[in-house]
């Protein structure tokens, strides 16, 4: 398996626009995962998914952002419309629950500028 | 809501040395997994131990669990260059996990 893969690696974008981002999870892990990384809030968790269904989606900041999961292999994380502060590495991993490890992708780093 | 805390922040040694990470945590748990993470990249999983478990091994790594104390250490053995990460603990929330700030640990020449 290749892993988690994630798109795009880096994405710099203008405040007001429409950003997606992209996850492609190990086949057969049934959980999902979006983080978000900065240096002054650490790894936040944003929503989660269990066999596709968004579970908690308590850490998600606020109604511009969104997440999708259509299939077992595909979850998008759109910001609509984005600004400067969302600026951060976003991370999505895949796992077969809590009390397993997580296997994360290489991460979508974002500037809104 | 964080719930494990890494200490030290930062921590740098000597190649060859051991390096010692401590991760507390306020509430109960099932598991407590500790993870590294490259500059750049994403978080690698290195260990998972269960409440019911003191001690476990992985190759140069030792990590051991303490319930009573809601505290866990990462030993990392004869430490190499390559080693020079940030190291976070995560314990399980439900179905979910949550990570600490994390330690720095550079490793000097």
């Known amino acids: 398996d290749a892993g988690v893969i994630q798109s795009p690696r880096h994405e710099v974008t203008e405040m007001g626009q429409e950003v997606t981002l992209r996850c492609k999870p190990i086949?057969?892990?049934?959980?999902l995962f979006w983080y978000r990384q900065t240096m002054m809030r650490g790894l936040e968790l944003l929503i989660y998914f269990n066999n596709n269904v968004p579970i908690d989606d308590s850490g998600m900041p606020e109604d511009r952002f969104s997440a999708k999961m259509p299939n077992a292999s595909f979850s998008t994380l759109k910001i609509q419309p984005s600004e400067p502060r969302d600026s951060a590495v976003y991370f999505c991993a895949s796992s077969f629950g809590a009390n397993y490890g997580y296997t994360f992708g290489s991460g979508t780093r974002l500037t809104v500028v | 809501s964080q719930q494990g805390e890494e200490d030290p922040q930062a921590l740098s040694i000597q190649e060859g040395e051991n390096a010692t990470m401590n991760c507390s945590y306020k509430?109960?748990?099932?598991?407590l997994q500790w993870y590294r993470q490259n500059s750049g990249r994403g978080l690698v999983h290195l260990i998972l131990i269960r409440s019911n478990e003191r001690e476990k091994h992985s190759g140069r790594l030792r990590v051991t669990l303490d319930t009573s104390k809601k505290s866990s250490s990462l030993l990392i053995t004869a430490s190499r260059a390559a080693d020079t990460a940030s190291y976070f603990c995560a314990t399980d929330a439900g179905d979910k996990i949550i990570f600490g700030k994390g330690t720095r640990l550079h490793i000097l020449p």
């Open positions: 509430t109960s748990i099932n598991n």
């Open positions: 086949s057969g892990h049934d959980y």
